[in-house]
């Protein structure tokens, strides 16, 4: 592997680039004809890489923040890491039916159907500094809904934060003039 690497030996700069792209798998076909899965398994089961990504993602956040929310599912898994690496506290955004009430509740557009995200709006204190964090950029319609969410439970989104962007697609026009973020462009 090619690139450089922190003085602690931690994987760094492009030599992290290089072994998220060579850990990510893409699955033609999954979860539907036409769409092409982006496996983050492999990345997840090598503890230095992933606990690289997680620092990187903490260290390329715009300010200080208050909670990290992540989507379902594999949204929580990076997002609660970084929510400890800031100090900050992890939100979970759950499909819907999957938290008891009250919820508060946004529905959008996929690049293969329609889904519904919520969250208790007691877990957002008014003012709050909300970083959103995600696997995957695609079409940006959960990171949008997720955003719109957040915002009508009086959060204050300070950014994006994703794992790769499928830059093919067009998630970041959906989320035009907010800060995104994404270690890979894909």
Same mark, same amino acid.
Request: proline share 8%.
């Given at each position: 592997?090619?690139?450089?690497?922190?003085?602690? *030996?931690?994987?760094?700069?492009?030599?992290?680039?290089?072994?998220?792209?060579?850990?990510?798998?893409?699955?033609? #076909? +999954?979860? &539907? =004809?036409?769409? !092409? /899965?982006? #496996?983050?398994?492999?990345?997840?089961? #090598?503890?230095?890489? /992933?606990?690289?990504?997680?620092?990187?993602?903490?260290?390329?956040?715009?300010? =200080?923040?208050?909670?990290?929310?992540?989507?379902?599912?594999?949204?929580?898994?990076?997002?609660? =890491?970084?929510?400890?690496?800031?100090? %900050? *506290?992890?939100? =979970? !955004?759950?499909?819907?039916?999957?938290?008891?009430?009250? &919820? %508060?509740?946004?529905? +959008?557009?996929?690049?293969?159907?329609?889904?519904?995200?919520?969250?208790?709006?007691?877990?957002?204190?008014?003012?709050? $500094?909300?970083? !959103?964090?995600?696997?995957?950029? %695609?079409?940006?319609?959960? %990171?949008?809904?997720?955003?719109?969410?957040?915002?009508?439970?009086?959060?204050?989104?300070? @950014?994006?934060? /994703?794992?790769? #962007?499928?830059?093919?697609?067009?998630? $970041?026009?959906?989320?035009? @003039?907010?800060?995104?973020?994404?270690?890979?462009?894909?």
């Amino acid at each position: 592997m090619s690139g450089v690497q922190d003085v602690s *030996g931690n994987l760094a700069g492009q030599a992290l680039v290089d072994r998220v792209e060579a850990l990510v798998r893409s699955v033609p #076909d +999954y979860p &539907t =004809p036409g769409v !092409v /899965f982006k #496996d983050i398994t492999p990345l997840l089961a #090598d503890g230095p890489a /992933f606990e690289a990504v997680v620092r990187e993602m903490a260290a390329r956040v715009p300010g =200080p923040v208050d909670l990290v929310a992540g989507m379902e599912a594999r949204g929580f898994i990076l997002a609660a =890491p970084v929510a400890m690496a800031l100090g %900050a *506290g992890f939100l =979970p !955004v759950r499909k819907a039916g999957k938290l008891p009430g009250p &919820t %508060a509740r946004r529905d +959008y557009e996929l690049e293969y159907g329609a889904a519904s995200v919520e969250l208790h709006p007691f877990t957002v204190p008014a003012g709050s $500094r909300v970083l !959103v964090v995600d696997d995957v950029l %695609a079409t940006g319609g959960t %990171a949008q809904a997720t955003v719109e969410l957040l915002e009508e439970c009086g959060a204050e989104v300070v @950014g994006l934060s /994703f794992l790769m #962007d499928l830059t093919f697609l067009p998630g $970041r026009s959906r989320l035009a @003039g907010r800060h995104v973020d994404a270690l890979l462009a894909v």
